[in-house]
């Protein structure tokens, strides 16, 4: 599904990655750990295609195609999705619109927005006056609308409240065809600083983005215990 | 005291305290008179396409009245609502000798040589009014057309709700679609009394090298509401105006929204003011500005002169490319206990937003027109549903050719 080779990327001068290679299978979900300032949300807006994350070497597959080149939109359309940490105030435009925009017009925003507790934001500005969680489930109601093959997550459960978990829990397993066992298609590139979410999704692998680089590739629930018990330190020493 | 017509002959060559100087003399001050119409449908496709574009309706379907002024002749009025008046300003002064008393009593006739000039050589205007209690149904419709190269148009315009009734009102000014050059001078006074309101919606749509000085000022009585919405969207050489309310009465509330787009090569000094001067008045007044690479200067001034008034203060410029968007919020507070803030923010779209709305599929281009358009939007302004569809309609026709 989505293949990052030897992946090099400069934000305003300064270089972040430094040589990430990275697999994601089809069906499959990564879990990326990584301490503040690792780099591991330029590696999704530059997946993403985002302006400000040059890229200076390396390349990204999806789908057996190059998209280093790709405009945001295309790759939109081929079958990425994001949901932003930190997503913008879009002044005049409705979060009913983004949902239209999304799914170009084939889902319906009143069905959609229900199922996540979001009815009164069709018609407000999308992301103005959000709470945090609210942004996220307002994320979240868009890649739904998007139904996307590959699902960029970028700290799902930050913001969320305890009520709220669940549900988001229950809406991203949903994205990634949890349900589905053999004829799972959707891969998912998940962000999270705190591991909270493994409590609600199950991942196939996880990795840790240090310094630039992706390093200890293995299983989500054992990274995360070491990193609670040792912290980022141990990696930087392990190296693995 | 000086008579009117003494004051306007002192002041014709008085320059205006904002915008540049216009040469009246310059522009044609005579036309040929054009028959009168009993049905609007007669005018020819391109002029109807152009009224359309500024709002007016010649079908008059979903109105409750019209008058159109074209040039300098009133070549249709009529009203179909009981209780709703719709003439010329010239028919009115016949006909209500008491229209002496509202005449040049909001707008100062010697405030610069515009508002002089639409008295010595007035070229009519319109009458509107509401008798006590009296509500539109539908909005009434007002049309200034300049259909002749070069000319000078100077209209009075009075409009007066009686206590406790309601207008809507929508005024389109606009030229004739071969028609480049002109002046446009026109007077506004309205009088919103004890309990009325008035919606008024004004929609230019004029052309490159039209010169456009209106002079409009608001007085509004205990309880009275007066909203405002001004839209112009499309070019014009030079257009300057600062509408003013005078709050008088308590509780009563104005609110000003502008929607203003600038090409490159117009001029655009716009603002409104309001005067607090009744206890427990509001007013608030809204400006979204957007330049590709003309020139805007929008003002705002909120005067609060009595204990527990409560204004704000709105303007969001946009500059898409080039151009200028000059923000001058002013507020004004002459005692303790008033409550006015102001807001002004000018900058270009933001790329993370034309970033975000790509990453949801939309191209570079539409994601650009989608931020515009919300930009515009006018769901914020709580506005009537058919005038808000008016608005709609020539923001879309103004997106169509520049975007």
Redesign the interface.
Known sequence: MLIIRDLYVEVSGKEILKGVNLEINEGETLILFGANGSGKTSLLLTVMGFSNYKITQGEIVYKGRVINDLPINKRARMGIGISLQRPPVVRGVKTRQMVDIASEGSADPEDLAARLHLTDFLDRDINLGFSGGEMKRSELLQLIAQSPSLVLLDEPESGVDLENMDLVGEVINKLLEKHLHRQRKRSGLIITHTGYILNYLEADRGCVLLNGRIGCLGNPREILEDIRQRGYKECVVCNR | MKKIDELAKEAISKPAALGRDIAIEKFSQTTEEYPYLEDLSSLNEEDKSRMVEAGIEASEKGRSGTFVQMDHSVIHEGCHQEGLEIISITSALEKHDWLQDYFWKAVPVNMDKYTAAAHLAPHHGYFIRSLPGAKSIFPLQACLFIGKKGLGQNVHNVIIAEEGSELNIITGCTTARHIKEGLHIGISEFYVKKGARISFTMIHSWAEEVMVRPRTATIVEEGGVFLSNYICLKPVKSLQMYPVSRLVGPGAMARYNSILYAHPGSHLDVGSRVILSAPQTRAEVIARTISSGGEIIARGHLVGEVPGIKAHLEC?GLILKDGLIHAIPELEGKVADIDMSHEAAVGKI????I??????????GE?TA??V?????V??MGLPGPLAKEIDKAIKSCEEESL
């Open positions: 969001r933001n790329q993370e937003e970033e975000y709305l790509m990453a949801r599929g939309l191209s570079a994601a989608a931020i358009r919300g930009f515009m939007d769901g914020i």
